[in-house]
């Protein structure tokens, strides 16, 4: 079977990283698989090397249309063949709906990564090409329900795919995370001084980009609102993103220089999951949030917003709480609340969202049923997984 993969770019974030890992199994069943982006891409090139994935762009710029795109886009299906195309958000999706008018592609199935992709005119973007689609998917049931109410695609036309995670990447030992949380709890390496007093601090982590829909002002008003409780706590913020520098300037306004590490882009998450004792997700909207994955993954306790497909997540008072969007109160009650657990009792309820994880979003389950997706679109059978070079499966 041969697959080609579009989307917008290719940096470390949630779609990307869904693309990998099914190019990952798709690779260990031997299926010929190309990646195209519309701009160059800046992440996980090594890997997608190392998997055998041939990655191509279409030299677009960010933010300037370029119909030469549609040109590129129709010479590489018509050179390679695919049996399936699958396309990644919103700008891509409509690319690869608009190619199809100049170029044969058996089968086209366009996935949304949100419960929002940007307002009305991506919305109606939607609806115009969507006879030129064979199947939409989002990751979210919650996503799923608001596409087909907002008459984005027809019922019929939608389907839900949630996003997957590779469990066996999470764990550690001890040593490694007295280790970092050592290293991370310094002010900073020019500095040297000590974040917070005291022996044991409670360390929330958060990931995600400084874009508005994160609200991290929310998030830090929250921290500050808890810290008077709870005195002796972290807030590690993993990420990059153009309002970065206006959160820092926030930060400091709040007092909160001393006990926030803005970490930026991070390739450790399961390391960093490890050495936290929480996981906050302060997002406006969300489609079925990654690092929410990887929280479950990491046996942390969280507390996040009812926005998107957080919920079906984080069940509430189970492995985590569930509050507004946009309440920054209410979410520093909820992360009290968790600091004033006894430890084994966050463990448990830690404990309680691996397993929900293990048992809804494996990556290997979630993969499955893509490739009986293409399977049926193709008519053709990919044979049992077989092992992949190391290198390979650890990035």
């Known amino acids: 079977m041969k697959l080609l993969f579009l989307i917008t770019g290719f940096d470390y974030a949630g779609a990307e990283n869904q693309v990998l890992l099914l190019c990952r199994e798709l690779r260990a069943r031997g299926c010929e698989v190309r990646l195209v982006t519309m701009i160059p891409p800046v992440a996980y090139l090594e890997e997608l090397g190392k998997l055998g994935v041939d990655v191509v762009s279409l030299g677009m710029k960010k933010g300037v249309p370029d119909p030469r795109a549609i040109v590129r886009l129709a010479s590489i299906i018509r050179r390679t063949r695919p049996d399936v195309v699958h396309s990644h958000l919103v700008h891509a999706n409509i690319l690869a709906r608009v190619t199809r008018l100049f170029v044969r ?10 419960v929002n992709e940007g307002g009305w005119r991506r919305e109606l973007l939607y609806r115009m090409t ?47 995370r007295l280790q970092l949380r050592a290293e991370l709890g310094m002010r900073g390496e020019e500095e040297g001084q000590p974040a917070v007093d005291g022996p044991s601090p409670f360390i929330w982590l958060a990931a995600g980009r400084f874009v508005p829909e994160k609200d991290y002002p929310a998030m830090l008003h929250a921290f500050a609102d808890a810290r008077r409780s709870f005195p002796n706590s972290m807030l590690w913020i993993a990420g990059i993103g153009p309002e970065r520098p206006h959160i820092e300037r926030q930060a400091a306004e709040l007092g909160l220089s001393n006990s926030i590490r803005f ?14 004792d929480g996981f906050v997700l302060s997002s406006k909207w969300e489609g079925l949030p990654i690092v929410l994955l990887e929280a479950c993954a990491g046996r ?44 084994e009792e966050r463990g448990t309820m830690g404990q309680r969202g691996w397993e929900h994880a293990a048992a809804n979003y494996e990556m290997s389950r979630v993969a499955g049923k893509w490739i009986e997706l293409y399977e049926q679109a193709s008519g053709r059978k990919l044979p049992a997984s077989r092992a992949l070079p190391k290198e390979a499966h650890e990035g």
Request: charged share 25%; hydrophobic share 45%.
């Open 300 to 343: 942390l306790p969280i507390v996040a917003t009812a926005v998107g497909g957080n919920a079906e997540v984080v069940l509430d008072g189970v492995n985590g709480y569930l509050v507004p969007p946009e309440d920054p109160v209410v979410l520093a009650r909820a992360m009290e609340r968790v600091m004033a657990l006894p430890q």
């Open 130 to 176: 969507d006879p030129l689609g064979d199947l939409l998917t989002n990751v979210s049931r919650e996503a799923v329900r608001g596409y087909t109410e907002r008459r984005i695609a027809p019922a019929r036309k939608i389907r839900l795919m949630e996003n997957g995670i590779d469990l066996s990447r999470f764990g550690g030992d001890e040593r490694g």
């Open 263 to 276: 970490l930026g882009i991070r390739t450790d998450m399961p390391a960093l999951l490890h050495a936290a």
């Open 105 to 114: 592609i058996p089968y086209l199935v366009c996935t949304a990564h949100n």
